[in-house]
């Protein structure tokens, strides 16, 4: 199968593409280039051929002979989206339904999106895929409108499935350390302290991002009448944590380390999630990690590369940092696409 990973050099697509050429696959990537410092260490056996492109200017060329298109490539995370609201939505929604215009144009058969759990917002009850959505934020706003715009797209020829990520965790050489258990871990490591201003009761569910790049793996692999137009939550039902928890869960893979909590919660943000249908349905797929697991993973990573503050804190492995450094420099312009730099006419 020829597929088409957008999203290719981010947290996520690093870990993704490498196992679906390990798996046989021809994979071709399409990554803008926002977060090409960000590589923490060497942990992936391969690398694949990735186009340097916003995915706002993917063509049906570019598409041309692709069997499918794993949509990854968004701006990634809440206080980007409240940041910049508006250029979220151009990007996050109206191109990401662009694309799949254009897969569709492009002949592609499958378009396998990557949605969100955020898009429940606050729920009091445990949700599932046919609860209604709730979102909080521009980033799970955008989440929730693509999914409204892509599934009336769908018919005997273009199959689009929606997974719905739990929260990411775990070591990828494009780390990230802004995502909740991935911060503590590296908070925990070097300063030797996670000093929580909140009680952590907000629920969260996990998922490592191995787990992601095998959900992916089984849609792909699944009989079309399986998958066609679904909604999936990729996670597990036994990965609920209260934030709580999780930072419990960094104290037991860095005993030395030191961790409070406050009384406060300023995070309204707090929903349990019910992970039976994918479960029930790809056939073989099951979580292989959990928050004590990949506790230990990155503990394993920063003392293998002896992890610094100065790295943990960088914008290399934070994207609101990353994106103001870049529009603050004028590589980026305020709608973010690239500039040419005049120092060397070289278009980034």
Excluded at 175 to 188: M, S, T, W
Aim: charged share 25%.
């Amino acid at each position: 199968m020829k597929i088409v990973v957008t999203g290719t050099e981010g947290y996520l697509g690093a870990l993704l593409a490498p196992t679906l050429l390990e798996a046989g696959h021809s994979v071709l990537g399409i990554d803008t280039g926002y977060y090409k410092q960000g590589w923490l260490y060497n942990g992936v056996p391969a690398s694949v051929e990735t186009l340097a492109k916003d995915i706002r200017h993917v063509t049906p060329e570019d598409l041309a002979g692709a069997d499918a298109v794993v949509h990854m490539a968004e701006l990634s995370n809440d206080p980007l989206g409240e940041l910049i609201p508006d250029v979220t939505y151009v990007v996050n929604h109206r191109g990401s339904v662009r694309l799949a215009e254009v897969a569709k144009q492009a002949g592609v058969s499958r378009f396998v999106y990557m949605s969100s759990c955020s898009v429940y917002g606050v729920a009091e009850d445990t949700v599932d895929e046919t609860s209604a959505v709730n979102p909080q934020t521009a980033y799970a706003e955008c989440k929730a409108l693509v999914e409204r715009d892509v599934a009336p797209l769908a018919d005997d020829d273009f199959s689009p499935v929606f997974m719905r990520n739990a929260t990411a965790y775990g070591a990828s050489p494009r780390q990230r350390f802004d995502i909740v258990l991935n911060n503590l871990a590296g908070l925990a490591y070097t300063t030797g302290k996670i000093a929580m201003t909140s009680d952590g009761s907000p629920w969260r569910p996990l998922v490592h991002g191995l787990d992601i790049a095998k959900s992916i793996r089984a849609v792909l692999d699944a009989p079309r009448e399986k998958v066609h137009n679904e909604i999936f939550n990729v996670g597990d039902s036994e990965q609920v944590y209260r934030v709580r928890e999780i930072a419990e869960a960094v104290g037991r893979a860095l005993p030395e380390a030191e961790i409070t909590f406050g009384q406060s919660n300023g995070d309204n943000r707090s929903y349990k999630v019910n992970f039976d249908k994918i479960h029930s349905t790809l056939e073989g797929f099951s979580c292989d990690w959990n928050a004590d697991k990949g506790a230990r993973q990155l503990i394993e990573v920063f003392k293998a590369i002896d992890l610094d503050e100065a790295t943990f804190t960088g914008r290399g492995h934070t994207r609101l940092k990353q994106l103001e450094h870049l529009i603050r420099t004028g590589q980026l312009d305020q709608e973010l696409f690239w500039r040419l730099q005049p120092t060397s006419g070289i278009a980034q």
